[in-house]
Structure formats: C-alpha cells, structure tokens
C-alpha cells in the first residue's frame, strides 16, 4: 500500500521523505542536545549562569543553513507539483462528482458509474465537480489530493501503471457522513477498460450537442423555436431542406434551404428574408461566432429537418 501506483507517486514520495527526514534529523537532534543542556548545566552544580549578546557567526549559521534546507525542500516540493499541473493533451477526461456523500464519475453521454475504473498507463484526467459543499478527491495510493468546491471547478491528473483497486477518499469534513464518503479506483488494462465502458448503461443525462448548446447560448431560440412554433424568425423545425419563399433587395424568390443558406443566414440575416418575417431585426453573427461554431451550428440545424 506504501508504494505509489500512479506516474507522479515518485516526485511526491520523494518530497515527502526528504522533508521528513530533515524534519526527523532535527527534532531528534534538538531534543537530544535540550536533554544534554539540562543535564550539563544543572542548577545544583552551581555554576553561575552567563549572559551572551550578539555572535555574528553563529547568527550568519543559523540563517544560511536553514535557507539552504528550505530552498531544498522547495527544490523536491516544485519538481513533484510542477507535473501534476501539466495534463497531457491526449488524456481520458472522467467528471468526479462530489455530494454528501458519495462520489459518482461520469464517462460522458450518460455514463455514469459508482466506481471509477481506468486504463493502465494512460493519463486520465479529473474535472471535478461538487453539487453541494466542500469535498476533496483523494487517491492515497496515485498520491492525488485536490479540493473539490461547488462553483469552481477543478481538475487534477494521472496515470496510473499498476493494476489493481485503490481507495478514493473525502479528505474534507462535509458532514455527518463525511467518514464514509469513499469509493474505489479500478485500474485495468485497456481492453477491460473499453468493455466495461461499453457495458456501462446511459443512466445520467445525455447532454446536448453542441450545435445546440451554441444556439441556446447565442440566444438563437429566443427568436427561432425549435418545435415549429412562430416567433420572432422561422421556427427551426423542419427549415432545412425544404423549400421557401424569400425577399431579396425587394423581389420574391424561391431558395431551398440548405447548408449555404444556413450559413450565410447566421453572416447575412438580412440579405435573403425567408417572406412574412421582418427585416432587420437579426443582427449579423460573423464578428459574435468563429468559423468552428457556425459550422457547429449549421450542422445541427440539419439534423432538425422533418
Ligand atoms: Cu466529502
């Protein structure tokens, strides 16, 4: 159980025996040098008792050696945390949800589970997520330790190269039950990971694609519904693919709805006005949306075609 499982074990085990060591070297040495002072300079030897003041070699000591020791410490501290702020690009994303008091891990599209199970050897990262108060995730074993508060979300990461189930604790009081807040971490070879993913059933929510959360964001449905509804604009409801009747500079034309329009309708909302909406009251998108979340946006609009 001592011995670390994950890549960034080292660099904390590391740090953690150098500063104990330091830690263990001084509090046996002064305490063995306070014992021996009692002894030899006993009141009852009667030896009158000095007075010093000022001893610049001793002051320049006891000022140089502990810098030297504590920039140490901050040596090994700074080369074990460094690491662990640097997530790889290619890392697995899981979602580590916090409540009172239990922990859940969401794999995305719905997939959640109770335990975590990981890939061997492949970095992981944690976003984690609290719904309610003050918890924090901790892999004794992988040495991973960070808080997890409600509001700010925050992430750590690792990977982990031994097979084998650790605990997962809540190393922040969070009530009555905070002492049993615990889960496990399995850690699997690929294969197993995959087809226990598989197996995992959709349970959560499945989030929306993210040509729609584009849309609600941009405050798109505002105007335009998406179950046919007439608002302000075209419903988006079965739009795409069909054929309409638009103004352009005045004149009637007929325009099948397709990808081209979409898209020049979110740059140019007022060149070709689908007939019976008013002009003018979309303002133009190129400057509020990139390239990628038009094309987003657009894509998803034809999935909405009847
Ligand atoms: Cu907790």
Not at 2 to 9: H, R
Not at 35 to 58: C, D, E, H, S
Not at 252 to 267: A, F, G, H, P
Request: hydrophobic share 45%.
């Amino acid at each position: 159980m001592f011995e670390g499982a994950s890549n960034l074990a080292d660099g904390v085990d590391r740090a953690f025996v150098f500063i104990f060591s330091i830690a263990a070297f001084f509090i046996i040495g002064i305490t063995a040098f306070m014992i021996w002072v009692v002894i030899r300079y006993n009141r009852k030897k009667g030896k009158p008792a000095m007075q010093f003041t000022g001893n610049n070699t001793l002051e320049v000591i006891w000022i140089v050696i502990p810098l030297i020791i504590v920039m140490a410490m901050f040596y090994f501290g700074w080369i074990g945390f460094a690491p662990m702020r640097k997530v790889p690009a290619d890392a697995m994303k899981v979602t580590a949800i916090g409540r009172m008091w239990e922990w859940s891990f969401d794999y995305g599209n719905g997939k959640i589970s109770k335990i975590m199970v990981v890939p061997a050897d492949k970095p992981v990262r944690v976003d984690l997520h609290s719904v309610d108060v003050n918890h924090s995730f901790f892999v004794p074993a992988f040495r991973v330790k960070e808080d997890v508060i409600p509001g700010y979300d925050n992430f750590l990461w690792f990977s982990a190269f031994r097979v084998g189930e650790y605990d997962i604790l809540c190393t922040e009081y969070c009530g009555l039950m905070h002492s049993a807040m615990m889960s496990s971490v399995k850690v699997v070879p690929e294969a197993e990971f995959i087809a226990w993913l598989d197996s995992l059933p959709a349970t959560g929510d499945i989030p929306d694609p993210e040509g729609l959360t584009l849309l609600k964001n941009t405050g798109c449905i505002a105007c335009h519904t998406l179950d046919g509804i007439r608002l302000v604009g075209p419903s988006f409801k079965g739009f795409y693919g069909k054929t309409h009747t638009v103004v352009e500079k005045g004149a009637e034309k007929e325009v099948v709805v397709n990808e081209e329009y979409l898209r020049s309708s979110i740059l140019e909302p007022n060149k070709q006005v689908v007939k019976g909406f008013n002009k003018g009251l979309m303002q133009p998108y190129g400057n509020v949306l990139s390239e990628d979340q038009i094309k987003l946006m657009v894509e998803y609009l034809m999935t909405l075609k009847d």
